[in-house]
């Protein structure tokens, strides 16, 4: 159930998003976004940097994890990365806390009532868009569900060995170094290249998953739906149309033994929007088909 509550007109009583389910009583809607991403929190009065995870957010308030104990109405402030822009600096105060059912020790409920009304409308606009691009993911894991296959693997979670260039930075240096992906999952990729790079260290990574996997899928397919009160359209997605280059952001979690004299890394993913990770579940998924029909080809 979540805490966060719904937007709610003057005087009304607010509503959480967990009973908010009947049409007619609910109010106007409010875009919210559940999501996985590690925040560093500055609250007051505590001198250290807090480490928690950013749950679930929406235009006015968030779900937060984290290890620490925090006082309700303990002042908080956290930057949110939207997209190649400037971060978004998000302040509030702890409403609720509980134990957490699994994982950090606590889970806070943070409105974001100290964040200036221009900043609060960017965020609701950003989750808005991460919902549509939310939205676009799921009717193309949808179209991958569908496809008849003779794996028996959770789709969207299996990570591919595969092997392809990929450009990246460290966040203090302007400059792009080659490296070559190893395997990728939606959550993480594993990388070689000739940098020593420290654990911890966040980089932008910019690749093109390889297209030539995509001709396991069969080709786009079009019907006429001729119930109802006129004929319509009806087909597949596309599930063979190129892959776009994708800017992504990671962090370094692993350092593996040296390979060929070429340092190996596992990097995390760090705020994958839903339409990513289902693009590279597109991939990993057309690449593990192309594989099983080989092998019982052979």
């Known amino acids: 159930m979540s805490w966060i509550p719904k937007k709610t007109s003057p005087g009304s009583t607010p509503v959480s998003v967990a009973v908010a389910t009947n049409a007619a009583a609910a109010p106007a809607k409010t875009f919210g976004h559940s999501l996985e991403m590690p925040i560093v929190m500055s609250v007051r009065r505590l001198p250290a940097p807090v480490y928690g995870t950013l749950m679930e957010i929406t235009g006015t308030a968030a779900r937060v994890r984290s290890l620490i104990l925090m006082d309700r109405g303990a002042e908080i ?88 260039p990929v450009l990246f930075r460290r966040e203090d240096d302007p400059n792009f170094w080659e490296g070559r992906v190893g395997d990728i999952s939606g959550t993480g990729v594993r990388m070689n290249c000739s940098c020593v790079i420290a654990i911890g260290t966040m980089l932008e990574l910019r690749l093109s998953l390889p297209n030539n996997v995509l001709e396991v899928y069969p080709e786009e397919t079009a019907a006429i739906d001729l119930h109802g009160s006129a004929p319509r359209r009806i087909g597949r997605p596309d599930m063979r149309r190129p892959f776009d280059e994708m800017s992504l952001r990671a962090r370094v979690v692993t350092r593996f033994a040296p390979t060929r004299d070429r340092e190996v890394y596992g990097a995390a993913f760090f705020e994958i929007d839903g339409y990513q990770r289902e693009e590279i579940a597109r991939f990993t998924h057309a690449l593990q088909l192309s594989r099983i029909r080989g092998g019982l080809s052979g």
């Open 77 to 164: 402030e956290f930057d949110l990365g939207i997209g190649s822009g400037a971060p978004l600096t998000l302040c509030g105060r702890v409403q609720n806390r509980r134990n957490a059912s699994s994982g950090a020790r606590f889970e806070y409920h943070v409105t974001f009532d100290m964040t200036a009304e221009a900043q609060l409308d960017t965020l609701t606009r950003h989750v808005r868009e991460l919902e549509r691009r939310a939205a676009a993911s799921r009717s193309i894991q949808h179209a991958i569900d569908s496809l008849p296959t003779t794996d028996r693997n959770r789709r969207g979670s299996y990570r591919a060995m595969t092997a392809f």
